[in-house]
């Protein structure tokens, strides 16, 4: 019998999958840039090989910079809970490496978790990963799988793992995992560099000061690089080919936005010499420009 805390996992049952219905989306650092990497195909190829009951239908690749769990989490969410559809399962492997700084789970152990909206997800429980669905998970597990013996446990442990969960082997759900362990979201910070190379951030309007909110043009620091931009929050303010403008974003859900930074026709990642989301890429600073 099936523990009882097992009773939050509300994913519909097998019998109820349809074949040929399922939308994996692997995101994922593989590539260790905004690029896909041979790594996605073959870890789309153990998913077939492993969906015995044939209820895939498509598998599409998202690839996110290398080791950036802040980056994963993003967009985790944006696709989760902002452009969720029925069918939609999330598989994410982004594991924090070498010198860069990071917070939460030593172990980074992986996990299943359902959301409120009854979307699955499965993805590395370190770093930020799970911080911007956090609110919105019902349960969260450690998966019974092995954590070594591999360097590539994306292609040889977790897509078996991940398929058995779907198709109702709640076994493999083991110890649950306490979601105040999730890092909160951290604040001020790049969560993603588009192909556009516009800087989506992590700040909502919410959090800037009356008094950055009323100029009409602040001053940003990131990355030891200071420029001045134009505050187009509500303002009517327009910028032209070049300007540098504070934007009310696309991402992060309706009436709560993310703000971006961008350089119209150009890259704002340029001028603050941001190749990628880094984890420990530190704060950005919003003051209003002095005149």
């Not at 598998?59 to 993003?74: K, L, M, N, Q, W």
């Not at 030593?106 to 978790?113: D, E, L, S, T, V």
């Amino acid at each position: 019998m099936v523990d009882d805390k097992l009773s939050k996992w509300t994913y519909r049952a097998p019998d109820k999958i349809e074949k040929g219905s399922l939308h994996v989306e692997v995101i994922a650092d593989y590539a260790g840039i905004h690029a896909t990497d041979h790594a996605f195909s073959e870890v789309r190829n153990h998913f077939f090989r492993f969906d015995k009951k044939e209820v895939i239908r498509t598998i599409t690749d998202h690839p996110v910079y290398a080791f950036s769990t802040i980056e994963t989490g993003f967009w985790i969410a944006q696709e989760a809970l902002h452009s969720e559809h029925r069918n939609l399962v999330i598989f994410s492997n982004t594991a924090p490496r070498g010198d860069i700084k990071w917070e939460g789970e030593q172990r980074q152990a992986f996990a299943a978790g359902i959301l409120n909206n009854g979307m699955p997800v499965f993805a590395v429980h370190a770093g930020y990963n799970l911080s911007f669905i956090k609110n919105d998970l019902n349960g969260l597990w450690e998966v019974k799988v092995p954590n070594q013996g591999t360097q590539f446990r994306s292609r040889d442990y977790y897509p078996k793992a991940t398929m058995e969960i779907l198709n109702g082997d709640l076994s493999r759900l083991g110890r649950e995992i306490d979601i105040k362990t999730i890092p909160e979201i951290p604040k001020f910070a790049v969560a993603s560099v588009d192909g556009y190379g516009n800087l989506k951030t992590t700040i909502r309007k919410s959090y800037l000061s009356p008094a950055v909110l009323d100029s009409p043009l602040v001053r940003i620091a990131l990355n030891k690089h200071y420029h001045f931009a134009l505050n187009t929050l509500g303002r009517g303010i327009k910028g032209k080919v070049g300007d540098l403008c504070m934007v009310s974003g696309s991402s992060g859900g309706k009436g709560r936005n993310f703000l971006e930074v961008i350089k119209l026709q150009m890259r704002a990642a340029d001028e603050f010499a941001v190749d990628g989301p880094r984890d420990d890429l530190g704060k950005i600073e919003i003051t209003p420009a002095r005149i």
